[in-house]
């Protein structure tokens, strides 16, 4: 149970209670470019081109879900906000031995980002992790670094980084930026994903896009790879997985685009562009 105020009436409240109801603690992000997109980038081709960063976001724990958190009046006026960041190293080595072992399957490289110089959660993530990987997997190589820095390196030299693992407020933040690397927000899908044999939750990082609702423009891709991440890492499909990932490749390279990725392309479109591809 997400532990906001009372009747919390914010949409995200719901996601929330959802993601701890499921107990799927390890949200992985990944973001692609793919070759027929390395221009539509906010960076230049050269430092995107073949970009493969796999995010790993802690979910469930952190300044979302952390008590006490509450807005009260002040006696002389003026109000005050509370709001708590609270790790425990059980919460940190599971999110973190994801990390580690989608590493081994990629290039062997995590970078683990906290706050370590400013706040004892980071201080007490960045031991955790150290311990863990000592313990467990001491032939990946891990870099600790610090979230403000990793945000920089983000895009200044994005393919520099494998796996990148950190809390549930860093890792929303960098999560989104590296996105916008990839050429759009609406083309990053999500997995969020629990203890083995448990069901997993797949989305779109981008949410439901408030702003668009109804037009009929939203990019159908970040959702359409979310189904792809659903067969590869909950159903045991990875062929259809692969085929998947392949049609949006092809459809891509056809020309297909979206009002966000500079095309014109409605949302029915777009999907029927994957299709034929498929």
Sequence with gaps: QWSGAPRDRRPEAGLLNLRAGMEVYANLRPALCFPALADASSLKRHLVEGLDLMIVRE?????????????????GGGKRAVDTQVYTTAEIERVARVAFQLARGRRNLVHSAEKSNVMDSGLLWRQVVTDLHAREFPDVRLEHILADNAAMQIVRDP???????????FGDILSDAAAQLTGSLGMLPSAALGDPGRPGLYEPIHGSAPDIAGQGVANPLASILSLEMAFRWSLGRPEAADRILAAVVRALDN?????????SLTTVQMGDAVLAAL
Excluded at 61 to 72: A, D, L, N, S
Aim: no cysteine.
């Design 159 to 169: 393919r520099q980084f494998d796996v990148l693992v950190t809390d549930n407020l």
């Design 59 to 75: 979910l469930t724990g952190g300044i979302y879900f952390g008590v006490p958190r509450f807005i009260e009046d002040l006696p």
């Design 255 to 263: 020309g297909a685009r979206t009002r966000d990725l500079g095309g």
